[in-house]
């Protein structure tokens, strides 16, 4: 079982990596410990993902954006930011980006179950499903993979998006910093009375932020709320009634009545940056390279670019008949990654602290960046600039839907 590249983990960008190396004349095996009718038909995960300009025409190019199904596809047309008291208030529109839209809305899973069809197609890629990686050695000419079959799979490299708790990166000695807020996001999809209009919303204080995210239904929303794990617990624990008397509670009645419209996801939010992004014959895409704090929806956007920048390194790599393990081929890769991902990294983390903190003077700071935010104009260019972002790679896509409470 010998292959030029030992792809670990089918979730988008893992897929999207294999399908991006598509006719390059590379064989790829593809190892995912889910089975194969999960990859096919994955179950509805509650995530609804933003995603830019750039991660849209990636999508449309890789094949996955016209296998997407017409009610899927959300328009992010304008963004609201509400502080707890009301008063800050901060509108990003389309008019003032020049755009038709800030941006898409996507279901997670119907990106995986799209990306899953483009590479079922692809004859050079094996699929290895049901199955997880034991272990890894680097030895002379490669890697040898050992999965839990006992099975061992030989590669000139491997390419690990094994999510953001990468077994394979602790088992390659890579270090990473990670970040966990003490938080919980539950997100669910929810029908209300009262028209979205195509505007999400994000709404910080009184110990909890809640956001809305616009569907391709004017009356159905996914309803984003972070809160402590154990006031998470107590809220999954209610009936749909009580919870839907509860959340529409929370938004103050302006949507109307709301109805339970999907599953309960709650996801525990922790940030991951790995120190490397490389190693002998090795590299990490994904959230297993820059796992990020949901709020500034960055995640599967940084995923998307990765492995597009990894995978057009590898195919320059093989169209000058270079090896495709190169050290300097790889670390290109981890450079380049890293110059576009370090400083959001890094200036998500703080704004997910600040959005998270309720004491007095991060409620002020709060109020404060709210209120020039309205109304200082290059503030408000810089944001919109990132919000019609033609690339993702250095410009910020604010996430309005997505933060701590
Ligand atoms: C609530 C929420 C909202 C989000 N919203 C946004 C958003 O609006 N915009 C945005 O850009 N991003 C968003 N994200 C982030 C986005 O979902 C992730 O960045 C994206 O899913 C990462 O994809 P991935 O393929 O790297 O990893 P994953 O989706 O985690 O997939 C990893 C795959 O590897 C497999 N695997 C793991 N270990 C092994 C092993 N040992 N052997 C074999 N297989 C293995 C897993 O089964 C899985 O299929 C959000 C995330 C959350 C939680």
């Known amino acids: 079982m010998s292959f030029d590249i030992v792809i670990i983990g089918a979730g988008p960008v893992g897929l999207c990596f294999a399908r991006s190396l598509a006719g390059s004349g590379l064989r790829m095996a593809l190892v995912e410990r889910q089975p194969e ?7 509805d995960d509650g995530r609804e993902i933003a995603i830019t300009r750039h991660s849209q025409r990636l999508m449309q190019e890789l094949g996955l ?3 997407l199904h017409e009610d ?5 047309r304008d963004a609201m930011v509400l502080d707890g008291d009301h008063r800050g208030r ?5 008019d003032e980006a020049g755009t038709s ?49 006992s099975e061992i799979l030989h590669a000139r490299l491997v390419v690990a998006a094994d999510s953001r708790f990468s077994d394979t990166r602790r088992a390659m000695g890579i270090a990473a910093d990670m970040h966990d807020f003490g938080k919980t996001m539950l997100v669910l999809r929810m029908r209300h009375g009262v028209s979205h209009g195509q505007v999400a919303w994000e709404w910080f204080g009184h110990g909890q932020t809640l956001a809305l995210l616009p569907l ?43 109805q339970v419209a999907g599953p309960r996801c709650a996801y525990p939010l922790v940030g991951v940056y790995a120190r490397r992004f490389v190693a002998e014959r090795f590299a990490l895409i994904g959230d297993a390279a820059v796992g990020m ?24 790599a093989v169209a000058a008949g270079q090896p495709i393990s190169s050290p300097a081929c790889l670390r290109r890769y981890e450079r380049k990654h890293r110059l576009a991902t370090r400083p959001l990294y890094l200036a998500t983390q703080m704004l997910a602290g600040l959005y998270t903190d309720d004491r007095p003077p991060a409620r002020i700071l709060r109020k404060l960046a709210l209120g020039a935010g309205a109304r200082l104009k290059p503030f408000r260019k810089v944001v919109l600039a ?20």
């Open 293 to 316: 704090h949901p709020v500034t929806a960055h995640g599967l956007n940084f995923g998307l670019l990765g492995q597009s920048t990894l995978a057009r390194e590898l195919l320059e």
């Open 65 to 67: 954006w016209a296998r």
């Open 90 to 94: 901060l509108i990003f529109s389309h």
């Open 72 to 76: 899927e596809i959300g328009t992010l």
């Open 101 to 149: 839209q800030l941006g898409w809305l996507l279901p997670n899973h119907a990106i995986r179950r799209a990306a899953y069809a483009e590479v079922m197609e692809l004859p050079e890629v094996e699929r290895i499903t049901g199955t997880r990686v034991k272990t890894l050695r680097t030895v002379g000419d490669g890697v040898e993979v050992e999965l839990d079959t």
């Open 386 to 405: 990132g919000l019609a972002a033609e690339r993702t790679d250095t410009s910020p896509l604010f996430r309005p839907g997505h933060a701590t409470g």
């Open 216 to 258: 391709h239904d004017p009356h159905t929303s996914s309803v984003v709320l972070t809160l402590r794990p154990q006031a998470m617990q107590a809220l999954l624990a209610l009936g749909d009634a009580a919870l839907e008397a509860d959340i529409a509670r929370r938004f103050q009645h302006r949507l109307g009545g709301m």
């Open 37 to 43: 009718p999960a990859l096919a038909e994955p179950a």
